[in-house]
């Protein structure tokens, strides 16, 4: 069974910058061998890409709304992807998800969600 645990959450005020960790552990799981993408769902609108990146690191991918200002990184050794979130906005708070992309290209087809970690910009 595959788990992503992900943190770095927090309060922060617009123009700050916050790092996001997902953490991944299955004994199935070969983690580099499949994309990872990020998600999040602000308060009473629908889950959205944010942003994903190939098995190996090499290829990335982003919504238009966090172009330029998140960058999505991932060490395999540590099982871990990254969001690095700069130049923060109030429309960037939500909740935000780690998720396995079995097609990369294809966020549609994540699976194995991790629980969340709340990002919250205060203006």
């Known amino acids: 069974q595959v788990q992503l645990v992900e943190s770095g959450g927090g309060l922060v005020q617009a123009g700050g910058s916050l790092r996001l960790s997902c953490a991944a552990s299955?004994?199935?799981?070969?983690?580099?061998?499949?994309?990872m993408g990020w998600f999040r769902q602000a308060p009473g609108k629908e889950r959205e890409f944010v942003a994903a990146?190939?098995?190996?690191?090499?290829?990335?991918l982003y919504a238009d709304s966090v172009k330029g200002r998140f960058t999505i990184s991932r060490d395999n050794a540590k099982k871990t992807v990254y969001l690095q979130m700069n130049s923060l906005e109030p429309e960037d708070t939500a909740i935000y998800f780690c998720?396995?992309?079995?097609?990369?290209?294809?966020?549609?087809?994540?699976?194995?969600w991790g629980q969340g970690t709340r990002v919250t910009v205060s203006s």
């Open positions: 299955g004994l199935t799981f070969t983690f580099n061998l499949f994309a």
């Open positions: 998720a396995v992309i079995l097609r990369y290209g294809e966020p549609s087809s994540a699976t194995y």
């Open positions: 990146i190939s098995g190996s690191g090499g290829s990335t």
